[in-house]
């Protein structure tokens, strides 16, 4: 069974910084793209950054490219988000998403998700 359990959200002025961590089990999680996705109240969900299965390749969305950066750890099956320069529209649900295929940001399971939130 795949598992996505995303933590390291909470509260944080404009300008703060936070690192999420992923902690990925019941796939194999070297084999696969991962993937942040967002979602802010009363929106629908956003995509935010792609990292390929050796770290080799990133993307990101131009509302947070310079500020936002993923990276994993194969050996402890981990994915990270360091954001940097947190701004209030950062605010929202923030969820690791396995992709379906190497380098792709459509996914096929999702974690619970853990809260950002940007205000002073």
């Known amino acids: 069974e795949v598992q996505l359990v995303e933590s390291g959200g909470g509260l944080v002025q404009p300008g703060g910084s936070l690192r999420l961590s992923c902690a990925a089990s019941g796939f194999s999680f070297r084999t696969y793209a991962m993937n942040w996705v967002r979602q802010a109240p009363g929106k629908g969900f956003e995509w935010v950054s792609l990292i390929s299965s050796n770290s080799g390749r990133t993307r990101y969305a131009d509302s947070v490219k310079g500020r936002f950066t993923i990276s994993r750890d194969n050996a402890r099956n981990t994915l990270y988000l360091q954001m940097n320069r947190l701004k209030p529209e950062d605010t929202a649900v923030y969820y690791c998403?396995?992709?379906?295929?190497?380098?792709?940001?459509?996914?096929?399971?999702r974690g619970q998700g853990t809260q950002v939130t940007v205000s002073s």
């Open positions: 998403a396995k992709s379906q295929s190497d380098y792709s940001p459509s996914y096929d399971y």
